[in-house]
């Protein structure tokens, strides 16, 4: 992990903000976008009874389905729409509080969502949805120590 990546992540969401200002308002938090919403729920839905051996819950605003093999979801988990996939481990408030980040990002754009977060990248130390969702509530970086 770089040692800069606080700076090289505020490039990130400044980069997607400009991107931002070239989308057509019409296509975000729209009646276009909450049909991408649903089409993406529709999807995770689909994957999800397909391939969960877990439980099933409603949690912080997300259909949570668990016991996904590791091959249907990247890294610990995805959100699509308003699903959360991922694996056995059962996701703590922290990672949840993350997934309803990427389930407002989903509301927000949509059909585009899935093309956007390809287009941010990979490493989520540069990709503005990630960085949007909190990295430390991600799992990406370490949690600073609390003071108090």
């Keep these: 992990m770089s040692a800069d990546w606080q700076s090289a992540a505020e490039a990130a969401l400044a980069r997607g903000r400009r991107f931002d200002r070239r989308i057509p308002s019409f296509l975000l938090r729209s009646p276009i976008s ?5 089409w993406g729920t529709a999807i995770g839905w689909t994957w999800g009874s397909l391939w969960s051996k ?3 819950e409603r ?3 997300l259909w949570v389905f668990r016991g996904m093999p590791a091959w249907t979801y990247g890294r ?3 959100c699509v729409g308003g699903c ?3 694996g056995d481990r059962d996701p703590d408030d922290r990672v949840l509080r993350h997934e309803a980040v990427h ?3 989903w509301l927000r ?3 585009l969502m899935p093309l956007l977060y390809l287009a941010a990248g990979r490493d989520p130390l540069r990709n503005r949805f990630e960085i949007e969702a909190g990295l430390e509530d991600g799992n990406y970086v370490r949690r ?3 003071h108090g």
Excluded at 34 to 38: D, H
């Design 34 to 38: 909450r049909l991408g919403y649903a």
């Design 54 to 56: 877990g439980p099933v």
């Design 59 to 61: 949690r912080n605003g």
């Design 76 to 78: 610990g988990g995805v």
């Design 84 to 86: 959360f996939l991922t």
């Design 103 to 105: 389930k407002a990002q």
């Design 109 to 111: 754009y949509g059909f």
């Design 144 to 146: 600073r120590p609390a």
